[in-house]
């Protein structure tokens, strides 16, 4: 386990800057018709632009290939405080940055670069991170997708499911099984675009929370991939899923987080607004154990995220930070708005005040990206390894 020794929990101006900027984008841009969207499914396409031309969907990537330049850190700064306000719109923040963008910068040709990720680092479109099947969850290694070599292309044929920006994404890494016999060895990753012939987006999903998110299954029949859309060697697609999983899993950590503390300010608020046996609740100790112990727990997943994404910057080995940041994160954003919505009481039951959209949307973060329980067996795998 990373000890760190040089410990300063200052922010410099620069991460500052940047976290205002969510925060005023969140409020500004987000905020108005969160509600609206959530009820009716719908996508925050205007918004996903803008958040696009803020540099908002290309954090980490190097100028040179259209992203923003900035650090892990500031990611999980940004990250939190669009989750505060719309969760929907920050696990499509999340999948473009660390799935797709991150995952394309460090592993693809330079051809690659220039084509697929500028306009993805940009902001320009979108993309989506395909390795969940029917039958394939969190046992992510039985692929059925298949991508069989015809020489100069892949002839992929398969389902994934549970796809974020299933729809309103338009380049996707699809992971697919070349070579049976060599199991995870034989899988790759290919870079996917929804033009290509045998590309069909299916039904959207009616989830509980991040209903503004577009959850698709897509359907690949005889698609045409060229050879030049592989990333790394053959055979190396499972490998990259899991790297790339493990940055991802910092994005969704600051999610939880982000929900987490959304909850938490609009119970404190509440709390100080609204009267009970005579003065503000706030003045019951019942409310106030309950504040203490949110904005306890709601810290330490703050500082569990921003050590995995200090880690991730300083080229420190972060896969079981990172893990123990989502573990955590996303249990405490599931408790915190459970006690969030109890402080509202009825309120908090009705869909005008926010928290019970934040509970439903809290839910996901301890499922996608690896559950907890994946967390825990990852976590497990690091510490008894040695
Ligand atoms: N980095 C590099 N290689 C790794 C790795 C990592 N982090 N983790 C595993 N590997 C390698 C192993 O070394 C092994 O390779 P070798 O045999 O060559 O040594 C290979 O991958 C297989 O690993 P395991 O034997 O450990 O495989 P397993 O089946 O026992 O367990 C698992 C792997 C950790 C459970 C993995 O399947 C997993 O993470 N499952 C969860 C999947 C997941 O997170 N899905 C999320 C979908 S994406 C999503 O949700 C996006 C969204 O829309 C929001």
Redesign the pocket.
């Known amino acids: 386990m990373h000890q760190i020794l040089n410990m300063n929990f200052e922010l410099s101006e620069e991460h500052l800057m940047i976290q205002q900027a969510a925060r005023d984008f969140a409020r500004t841009e987000l905020l108005p018709g969160v509600i609206e969207r959530d009820n009716e499914q719908r996508f925050p396409a205007e918004q996903i632009k803008k958040l696009g031309e803020l540099g908002f969907l290309g954090m980490m990537v190097d100028p040179k290939w259209g992203g923003s330049g900035m650090d892990s850190v500031s990611y999980v700064l940004a990250m939190e405080e669009i989750s505060k306000v719309d969760a929907s719109a920050s696990?499509v923040m999340?999948?473009n940055n660390s799935?797709v963008c991150w995952g394309l910068e460090t592993y693809g040709s330079e051809e690659q670069k220039e084509k697929f990720l500028k306009p993805l680092a940009s902001g320009q479109i979108h993309g989506?991170?395909?390795?969940?099947e029917p039958e394939a969850?969190?046992?992510?290694?039985s692929q059925r997708t298949t991508a069989v070599d015809m020489g100069d292309h892949y002839l992929v044929n398969g389902t994934k499911n549970?796809?974020?920006?299933g729809k309103s994404g338009s380049t996707f890494l699809v992971m697919a099984q070349t070579d049976v016999e060599k199991?995870?060895?034989g899988i790759n990753c290919l870079i996917v675009t929804s033009d290509m012939e045998g590309f069909t987006v299916g039904k959207k999903e009616d989830k509980l929370g991040i209903r503004g998110s577009d959850?698709h299954s897509l359907m690949f029949q005889d698609m045409k991939v060229p050879k030049a859309n592989r990333i790394g060697e053959d055979g190396f697609g499972?490998?990259f899923?899991?790297?790339v999983?493990?940055g991802?899993?910092i994005g969704?950590a600051s999610q939880a987080l982000g929900i987490a503390s959304g909850a938490y300010e609009l119970a404190l608020q509440y709390s100080k607004e609204r009267k009970a046996f005579g003065t503000e609740i706030m003045n019951h100790q019942a409310i106030q154990f309950k504040l203490a112990d949110m904005a306890t727990r709601i810290e330490a997943a703050r500082l569990f995220c921003l050590k995995a994404a200090w880690l991730k910057d300083n080229d420190e080995e972060y896969?079981e930070a990172a893990s123990m940041a989502k573990l955590f994160a996303s249990e405490t954003a599931m408790w915190v708005t459970v006690e969030a919505v109890q402080i509202h009481g009825g309120y908090g039951y009705v869909k005008e005040y926010h928290v019970e959209r934040l509970m439903r949307d809290a839910k996901?973060t301890q499922?996608?990206?690896?559950?907890s329980e994946?967390q825990r067996?990852?976590i497990a795998?690091s510490l008894l390894k040695d």
Not at 128 to 132: P, R, V
Not at 137 to 141: F, K, R
């Open positions: 696990v999340s999948v799935l989506g991170f395909c390795l969940s969850g969190s046992d992510a290694t549970w796809i974020t920006n199991g995870h060895r959850t499972f490998k899923a899991m790297k999983l493990s991802g899993r969704i896969l996901i499922i996608y990206e690896g559950t994946i067996v990852v795998r």
